[in-house]
Nanobody
């Protein structure tokens, strides 16, 4: 069971990035996928979750209206489209898997990817 994030990089304020989270060892129809981030000196925070059954999307306040989560079941990959990026979005972004979005972001026994760095700077 593994999650691998990719797509991070350096972008100017107002720009966009799309992160990918490739899952192996399970299917997206079996587990929810959540996106988190952790900025230097700050606690990890939950951003968005996509449910395993119908692919329902959930967003927390910091990213509502700017980020969009989606999935490609055939590729077993979840995406996080990030628009209107701000310097305060700079962080390491992680995807994680758990049974459902119901307790997101307070998952306890979830699986983590290795993270991908996003830097928003002019």
């Amino acid at each position: 069971v593994q999650l691998v994030e990719s797509g991070g990089g350096v972008v100017q304020p107002g720009g966009s990035l799309r992160l990918s989270c490739a899952a192996s060892g399970f299917t997206l129809e079996q587990n929810a996928i959540g996106w988190f981030r952790q900025a230097p000196g700050k606690e990890r925070e939950g951003l968005s979750c996509i449910s395993p059954d119908e692919g329902r999307e959930y967003y927390l306040d910091p990213v509502k209206g700017r980020f969009t989560v989606s999935r490609d079941v055939a590729k077993n990959t979840v995406y996080l489209q990030m628009n209107s990026l701000k310097p305060e979005d700079t962080a390491v972004y992680y995807c994680s898997a758990d049974v459902a979005c119901g307790l997101f972001p307070y998952w306890k026994n979830n699986i983590w990817g290795q993270g991908t760095q996003v830097t928003v700077s002019s």
